[in-house]
């Protein structure tokens, strides 16, 4: 039998399968910034050790930062000691930081890509739930919690239950004017907040072939809204031509045995999901959420729906339509 995408990537970084307990996941890159990592540093040192791999650990501070006059000292007072921190943890034990003012600071879930860190078949996890971004690169990448950063930190590996695998296929073409966001805000309204818990998701057919690196990026990124561990795309000839000539991306005769490398990790033909899911891509077209929550969403198109019948489900909804002004 074949092996999914997911598999493929998940059994080539497994250290040791604990019986009856979770995988202990070997990690490529770790990233981190001001927020999520103070107390797994503090964590470090109490228990007097150091970071495993700095090499591989990526760091900038993107969650206390202004997006304007960056220039100038951050005028909030615990924003600027929790850069101030990521600074000063970054030089102590040695990992790479990207500062404020840096060309490669930003978003760091875009800092990676744009920098070619992220790359297909790697594992990925930072402290922050949106960590599912970079598996639009074909890699299984997820968001971890502080004790786990620690983890990974002192180790460069982490203990993880094995996800199902569920396979979203959306055939044909997106309309005009339908986005990624779109396509995922429909899928989510069709399985609920919860309808992909426990899962990790690979999105597939035609309309995601079609959609840009960006595009695939916000697919993977809204995976967690439906409850998914993660989302991710085969890497293609796009993931490839966005990723070649970055600066951290292989370059030469490396560039080449990578991509050779990459374009063997899409899903076997024969590979087996545990759910698989299909929809129509002429089905989707631009959305808006009426609710508090991403599956309370409906094309333009359609009107707001009617409370549901049950009682607590009603009360529910109607808060949420009275909060949004509806």
């Not at 005028?75 to 102590?92: F, G, I």
């Not at 198109?301 to 009275?322: G, Q, T």
């Amino acid at each position: 039998m074949g092996k999914t995408l997911f598999d493929k990537i998940w059994d080539a970084h497994t250290v040791t399968d604990i019986t009856g307990g979770p995988t202990q996941l070997y990690i490529d890159r770790h990233y981190c910034h001001e927020v999520t990592s103070p107390q797994a540093f503090d964590g470090l040192r109490g228990r007097g050790l150091k970071v495993r791999r700095p090499d591989r650990t990526f760091s900038t501070p993107d969650h206390n930062i202004p997006t304007l006059n960056q220039d100038r000292p951050i005028a909030d007072p615990v924003s600027a000691r929790q850069v101030d921190t990521l600074l000063k943890n970054a030089r102590e034990f040695g990992i790479t930081l990207f500062p404020l003012g840096d060309e490669h600071n930003g978003i760091i879930h875009v800092m990676g890509p744009e920098n070619g860190l992220t790359l297909p078949g790697s594992t990925i996890v930072c402290g922050d739930s949106h960590t599912s971004t970079h598996g639009a690169f074909g890699a299984v990448a997820f968001g971890i919690g502080t004790s786990e950063v620690e983890m990974v930190f002192a180790t460069q590996c982490i203990l993880q239950p094995r996800p199902k695998t569920m396979r979203i296929t959306v055939d044909g073409r997106l309309g005009s004017g339908v986005t990624s966001k779109d396509m995922a805000l429909y899928i989510i309204a069709q399985l609920g907040t919860g309808g992909a818990t426990g899962y990790f998701v690979e999105y597939a057919g035609d309309a995601v072939r079609a959609l840009s690196m960006e595009q695939r990026m916000t697919l993977c990124n809204l995976s967690i809204e439906m409850g998914a561990r993660g989302g991710m795309v085969a890497p293609d000839q796009t993931t490839f031509d966005y990723l070649k000539g970055r600066e951290f991306a292989p370059s030469g005769k490396e560039w080449d045995e990578a991509v050779a490398y990459w374009r063997t990790l899409p899903s076997d033909d024969d590979a087996v999901y545990d759910c698989e899911v299909r929809f129509d891509a002429a089905d989707i077209e631009p959305r808006v959420t009426y609710g508090t929550n991403p599956g309370m969403g409906i094309g333009i198109s359609e009107p707001v729906p009617l409370p549901p019948d049950d009682a607590a489900a009603r009360l529910s909804f109607e808060k949420a339509l009275a909060y949004m002004g509806f």
